[in-house]
């Protein structure tokens, strides 16, 4: 069972990365190349930056009583999606060219 259960996650895994593409090329058709380069290396940055977190928000040693403790991972979702926000508004696009023209 825990195989069967690790090969879906690994298989879903692959298809979510590989449908992405299409979308994510055709945000900007000009720049496909670019946005796709930049979408891998913001998935690895990802990735990489919930293992570093991980330990720290889910340590059993911090909870007396067992539980979980939602609240640490709450408060790091919200900003982390705020940090999103911030870095959506300065990417700045001109009306005479498909490709952005500067990324502050």
């Keep these: 069972g825990a195989l069967a259960g690790l090969f879906l996650v690994f298989i879903t895994f692959e298809f979510f990365i590989v449908g992405s593409f299409p ?3 055709e945000v900007l058709p000009a720049a496909r190349a670019t946005y796709i380069s930049v979408y891998i290396a913001g998935t ?5 930056a919930g293992d570093l977190l991980t330990p720290l928000l889910f340590n059993p040693q911090n909870h007396a009583k067992g539980e ?10 919200v900003f ?4 999103a926000l ?10 005479d ?3 952005p023209a500067t990324v502050i």
């Design 68 to 77: 979980m403790g939602i609240a640490p991972v709450i408060i790091t979702a």
């Design 44 to 48: 690895a940055v990802g990735r990489a």
């Design 80 to 83: 982390f999606n705020l940090l």
């Design 86 to 95: 911030i870095a959506l508004q300065k990417v700045k696009i001109h009306r």
């Design 97 to 99: 060219q498909t490709t």
């Design 23 to 25: 979308l994510i090329g």
